[in-house]
């Protein structure tokens, strides 16, 4: 069993940069591949980005890749998504996930964190 909380989210203005944290409890965090996705309202939940636990390799949706990275400690149990150059459209709420195959589909998360709001205002 994996649980994850997120911290990090709130309002910035376009341009600016957001730094989101996820926790995980549990020892077998490092054998998780962990993701973030996001959901607008009215919206499907979207990938965001993805980091292997074998390698940190990384994977990311095409708006996002020059302006987002992700990162893991898995010393501390935790993923990193620092967000730059903030748009309007990254408004959502923001999901970690905890999954078995690194996969940009939400349909293959064993787990999910309750999510924390991103606004960015223009």
């Known amino acids: 069993q994996v649980q994850l909380v997120e911290s990090g989210g709130g309002l910035v203005q376009a341009g600016g940069s957001l730094r989101l944290s996820c926790v995980a409890s549990g020892r077998t965090f490092s054998t998780y591949n962990m993701a973030w996705f996001r959901q607008a309202p009215g919206k499907d939940r979207e990938f965001v980005a993805a980091?292997?636990?074998?390698?940190?390799?990384?994977i990311y949706e095409d708006s996002v890749k020059v302006r987002f990275t992700i990162s893991r400690d898995n010393a501390k149990n935790t993923v990193i998504l620092q967000m730059n150059s903030l748009k309007p459209e990254d408004t959502a709420v923001y999901y970690c996930?905890?999954?078995?195959?690194?996969?940009?589909?939400?349909?293959?998360?064993?787990?999910w964190g309750q999510g924390t709001q991103v606004t960015v205002s223009s």
């Open positions: 980091i292997s636990w074998s390698d940190s390799s990384t």
């Open positions: 996930a905890a999954s078995k195959f690194l996969s940009r589909s939400p349909i293959m998360t064993n787990y």
